[in-house]
């Protein structure tokens, strides 16, 4: 029977799927590292403070980077090059959702509009980290290779997804409300898009690597295409909603460092 634990499972116990697997996730985590970085350097003067929580954003995604290329090196593996069609961040930035990468490798600084479009974006992308490493914690917190690192990355999207809550939150009593809720749609819907197509490529290229049959791959399609069809529906409002986190502050101290993996 497939489940989500089972599917995994299979991919973890395969070195070449395993290596993808980490290689994609890898190389996203660093992307939004380098995203992060660069809109902490260019926030407006009036917004200084926030650079702070930024900063602490993009450092713990460049960690969740760092550890998933030790997961590989633990199991004596090296990176693969990333296949265009799975890079799910360069193909929101395609999207045009988020910030231009054009804008972040200039030295102009961003506009409060563009903060909260920033904000709106991580809140959307977010909730899908979040949603993920809450499913993987769930089948694999104890996991003697995966669970220390399932944890503290699922802590870490938590917090993330509380920060984007709570300062949008603070962008709409300052008057952005607006602006905050066409952004946040936009990018959802775009978002919903983009995972349908990038799970499709996934499960595409680790169906080719483990030999799956294909009726077996036909409804690994089929169950991506439900879940977006569910989300282009009704799904995608709970990427949209804001409510006071109970983590307040989530983002107000120093990045943890990343577990050692021996």
Known sequence: MLSA?????????DDESFRLFCSIAASGESQGG???????A?????????????????????????????????????????????????????????????????DEPLTVPDIVTYLAHSRVTEQR???QMDLLRRHFADHPDLGRAVRMISNDEDNHLAYCHEELLRFAREGHGRAIQRTLREC?????????????????????????????????????????????????RRMVSLTMPERRDALGGPATAAPEFA
Not at 208 to 217: M, N, T, V, Y
């Open 5 to 13: 634990k089972s599917l995994f499972q299979e991919i973890l116990d």
């Open 34 to 40: 380098w995203e992060n970085a660069r809109i902490a």
């Open 42 to 106: 260019l926030v407006p003067a009036s917004e200084r403070a926030l650079a702070p929580k930024i900063t602490r954003h993009g450092a713990d995604e460049d960690k969740h980077g760092r550890i998933f290329n030790a997961l590989l090196k633990k199991r004596g593996l090296e990176p693969v090059e990333v296949p265009p069609d799975t890079d799910y961040t360069m193909l929101l930035e395609r999207h045009g959702i988020g910030l231009a990468h054009e804008k972040l490798k200039g």
């Open 129 to 131: 980290a979040s949603e």
């Open 188 to 236: 959802a819907l775009a978002e919903i898009r983009v995972y349908r197509d990038v799970s499709l490529a996934v499960m595409d290229h680790m169906g080719r690597i483990l030999g799956w049959s294909r009726p077996k791959a036909a409804v690994l399609a089929a169950g991506i295409r439900a879940v977006y069809a569910y989300e282009r529906l009704n799904g995608w």
